[in-house]
C-alpha cells in the first residue's frame, strides 16, 4: 500500500471537546506564546542594561494599555502553563491517570492558575 | 556454539550489528532535559513573577540596584539558561509534528535553536552589564 492510501485517523474535530484535550492543547499553545513573550523579557534586559532612557521607553511600553493586556496575557499563559506543566511532571512520575484524577488535577490546573495571576496583579496594583 | 545461539537471540538485524546501528542510550535526553529544565523552571518562573510584580513600574535605579545584587543576577541568569533551553525542546517538538516537508522542518529548527541561543546570550549579556557595574 502506499503511503498516500493508508487509512487515516478521524481528524480531530469529530472529537466532542472535553476539558481534558482543551487543556493538553493549551499547553502547546501556552508554551508557543511563552516561547514569543521571551522577546518581551530580552527587550526589559536590554533596556536596562543600555540606560534610563532605553528603560524608560521599555517601562512606559509595558505600562500602556496595551503593554499591560500583553503582560496580562502573558502571566495567565505563565501560570497555566506552569500549573498544567506540575501536572504534567505528577503523570511522569506515574500518578494521576485514572480519568476521575485527570479531571480533578485538570480543574485545579485551572483554578490555581487563575488565583496566582490574581495574586500577582494584587501584588502588582498594591506596589 | 554456545556463543552462536546467544548470536542468534540477538533482536538487532546483522546489517545493523555490522554497521554499529541501534540504540546510543540517549533516546530519552530530550525527555529527560525538558523535565529537568520544567522542574527547575517552577521555583525561577514564582520567584521571577512575584519579583517583578512587587516592583511595577519601577525606574532604570530601582530596576538596576535589583539586577546588581548578586543573588538576583545569578537566579536571573539561571532562569534565562533554563527557560530558553525548555523552549527551544519545546518549540522543536511542535515543529517536528506540524511541520512535515523535511527541508522547511529542518531550516526552522535551526532557526529556532539559533535564535533560542542568540536570546539567551543577549539575555545574561545583559544582566551581566548590569551586574559588573554597566
Known sequence: MSAHNRPLSPHLQVYK?????????????????????????????????????AFATAQGFLGSWFGLL????????????????????????????????????????VGASVVLTIIAWIIAAAS | MAENSMRSTSMRSTLGRVRHLGSAKEGVHHWWMQRLTALALVPLVLWFVISVASMAGMDHAAASAWIASPAVAITLVLLITATFYHAQLGIQVVIEDYIHNEGLKLAILVMVKFASIILAVAAIFAVLKIAFGG
Do not use: K
Not at chain 1, 503523570?91 to 490546573?109: I, K, P, Q, V
Open chain 1, 17 to 53: 471537546p472535553q476539558l481534558t484535550s482543551i487543556l493538553s492543547i493549551s499547553h502547546r499553545a501556552t508554551g508557543i506564546a511563552l516561547a514569543v513573550g521571551t522577546l518581551l523579557l530580552v527587550w526589559w534586559l536590554l533596556a536596562a542594561a543600555a540606560g534610563p532612557e
Open chain 1, 70 to 109: 500583553i503582560l496580562f496575557g502573558f502571566s495567565y499563559a505563565l501560570m497555566y502553563h506552569l500549573c498544567n506543566g506540575i501536572r504534567h511532571l505528577f503523570w511522569d512520575a506515574g500518578y494521576g491517570f485514572e480519568l476521575e484524577t485527570a479531571y480533578n488535577s485538570g480543574w485545579m490546573t
